[in-house]
């Protein structure tokens, strides 16, 4: 018996909910061509395997994805919380990133993309509303921290969760405000670090694993998603997230402009 007959017959035979959830990531088509017929196993090849090898690629760093964005700003977080000290972190650039991720997370839960393509936005955000209210309360903003969460939460339950919610033009809408707002979100940490000559409080761990998610979320919604507006939305991030990391680099340990001057008088 042939490898290709030995695992179809164990992919055949797989139970109903494992099959189910399959089909679900990856269609009926490519599933069979994949996962019941693995056959990239033996020739002839179909015609669908190259377009369903590369869905399945896209599904796999969109999952990755997804997985990792749960936990990419935790460094920044505890660099924060370390240091008490919101030095070299915008506010300002926080906030208008925040903004940019639900606008982009209630377009895409009503148009109803696989959530692969978008999930870690909803993560993303969750992270930077946690550091928005640290940078508040370590720059002696605490009341406007406390303000702040409930107007944060209520405008997430609208344009996400609630149940008929805005309409589909509304979050289409919503979705190209995010491209100006995305490039202003980057902007002002950009003029930061620049003026600063340093990257301060600023994570070099969250920033690479940033440009390395946008890269990879630019193939994924090339492959998946059918809109020109989240296509440049996801490529300008991923171009303003390489003028960070090339910040990075140039600016590694280096002393803040302001602490320079201060030793010199």
Known sequence: MSLASTVQKMTRSLPAPVVQLGESILGDKCYAVLVRDVSFLSPPYPAALAPCAKLALSKIIGIGIVFASSIIKLPQ?????????AAGVSITGTALEAASYLGMLAYAVGAGFPFSTYGEQ???WIQDVAVLLLLLVYSGRSALAVGVIPIVLATAYYLVLSVPGPSLAFRATLQAVTIPLNLASKIPQIITIFNNKSTGQLSAVSVFA???GSVARVFTTLQEVDDQIVLAGVVLGALLNGVLVLQMVLYWGATPAADKDKKQK
């Open 77 to 85: 977080i505890a660099k924060l919380v370390s240091s008490s000290s």
């Open 122 to 124: 909803a993560f993303l």
């Open 210 to 212: 940033y440009m390395g």
